[in-house]
């Protein structure tokens, strides 16, 4: 029934192909086979357990409310058909980070990132890179000498080149961009992170890492764009200017950064569309090209979340997925806008069905949301049908 109800639904990607491209992040579990899901689901297990037990508090995070994980759902899932029919550019939610492949020196686990560049491929579809330099999911071993110890910044720095030159030689004719360095912004003073900020790039490297991993990566992809991915630019002022002074300073070096990637994940209410107008054609000022990386509206406003205190979960009625129908619309009119400009050229969800989300207990456990375009059964949302119209 799912497969002939995709035959005659629209496609996302066509009702935009005169502006950009519109793409989603592709969970990895819709290409394992069953077996490989049960066998995920106990190292995930083992994943949040150590997380838990190393667990720091930060301004963020003050306290560890991130969900257990659960088994994961059988069979083929409707997010399968969705990926291959509704988008023209695919991006892997987690397979992609360092986390996942770099285990050791000379031990790299590609599996999972050669399935979705193989899916990309059959599908017709672009494929970007997410992520090469992160403080979060990057191997703890990276950081360490043969004592456990902090590892000197000649042998990290090696390391580090050697990853992305690993990773460019075998995906290089199949990206189209890469976020080259991930959420490097602090949210406490808005310059970069910072060793007592959870980056242990900096802490080792220095400040001089981010130009040092995009002048590897201009070597390593030279057919893709270069991007420097961060959240809430759209929402607070201060990071906002904090990120432009970093990329003014990286453009006057000469670092070859060509892209800012806005994640926007926004939620029913905020940011008003003037802000995230303000965001794209501030980065564009710096003749900046701009994509939307991470996309997706939640309908919790958690107006009091700075304070602790989150919203009780929603009922998912019909008029409230009409107010997140308008405000998709609203603001994927301002997309059309800015790539009108010049300056927009991508737009990715973060997800694509509403049981697959990251946002199902985060920030709250045990409270679900609804903050993509289709539902839980991969049927069309009010969202997904304004946006085609």
């Given at each position: 029934m799912q497969t002939k109800h995709n035959k005659i639904?629209?496609?996302?990607?066509?009702?935009?192909k005169d502006y950009f491209r519109v793409g989603a992040a592709i969970s990895g579990i819709i290409l394992m086979s069953e077996e490989e899901k049960v066998e995920h689901f106990e190292k995930m297990k083992i994943r949040y357990a150590?997380?838990?037990?190393?667990?720091?508090?930060?301004?963020e995070f003050p306290?560890?409310?991130?969900?257990?994980?659960?088994?994961?759902p059988t069979g083929r899932l409707p997010d399968y058909e969705l990926a291959a029919n509704q988008f023209n550019l695919v991006v892997a939610e987690n397979e992609?980070?360092?986390?996942?492949?770099?285990?050791?020196?000379?031990?790299?686990?590609?599996?999972?990132?050669?399935?979705?560049?193989?899916?990309a491929r059959t599908n017709g579809q672009d494929m970007r890179w997410h992520t090469l330099v992160w403080h979060n999911q990057s191997p703890k071993w990276i950081f360490e000498d043969e004592k456990g110890?902090?590892?000197?910044?000649?042998?990290?720095?090696?390391?580090?080149?050697?990853?992305?030159?690993?990773?460019?030689?075998?995906?290089?004719?199949?990206?189209?961009?890469?976020?080259v360095v991930n959420e490097c912004i602090s949210d406490k003073n808005f310059i970069l992170r910072d060793g007592a900020d959870r980056s242990q790039w900096f802490d080792i490297l220095g400040p001089d890492y981010i130009d040092k991993a995009f002048f590897w990566a201009k070597e390593a992809f030279p057919k893709?764009?270069?991007?420097?991915n961060d959240y809430n630019l759209e929402i607070v002022p201060g990071k906002r200017q904090g990120m432009y002074n970093l990329l003014k300073g990286l453009l006057e070096r000469g670092v070859p950064v060509d892209t800012v990637g806005l994640q926007m994940h926004i939620?029913?209410?905020?940011?008003?569309?003037?802000?995230?107008?303000?965001?794209?054609?501030?980065?564009?000022?710096?003749?900046?090209?701009?994509?939307?990386?991470?996309?997706?509206?939640?309908?919790?406003?958690?107006?009091e979340q700075n304070n602790g205190k989150f919203d009780p979960r929603r009922e998912y009625t019909p008029e409230l997925f009409e107010q997140q129908a308008e405000r998709y619309y609203q603001?994927?009119?301002?997309?059309?806008?800015?790539?009108?400009?010049?300056?927009?050229?991508?737009?990715?969800?973060?997800?694509?069905?509403?049981?697959?989300s990251w946002k199902n207990g985060f920030p709250v456990p045990d409270r679900t949301d609804v903050p993509l375009l289709f539902d839980g059964e991969g049927k069309p949302k009010a969202a997904f049908d304004r946006l085609t119209k």
């Open positions: 639904m629209k496609r996302l990607f066509e009702s935009y150590d997380f838990k037990k190393n667990f720091k508090p930060t301004p306290e560890f409310k991130f969900p257990e994980p659960k088994p994961l992609c980070k360092m986390g996942s492949i770099y285990n050791g020196e000379n031990d790299f686990d590609f599996k999972m990132a050669d399935r979705l560049r193989d899916f110890e902090k590892v000197s910044k000649e042998v990290l720095e090696e390391r580090l080149k050697k990853y992305i030159f690993t990773v460019g030689e075998r995906y290089r004719d199949d990206i189209c961009s890469v976020d893709s764009s270069l991007v420097i939620n029913i209410e905020n940011p008003p569309v003037s802000e995230i107008e303000k965001t794209i054609e501030l980065y564009g000022s710096l003749g900046l090209n701009v994509i939307v990386t991470e996309m997706e509206i939640s309908v919790y406003p958690d107006k603001i994927f009119e301002c997309f059309k806008k800015e790539a009108k400009a010049g300056i927009l050229k991508d737009v990715v969800l973060w997800g694509i069905t509403d049981r697959m």
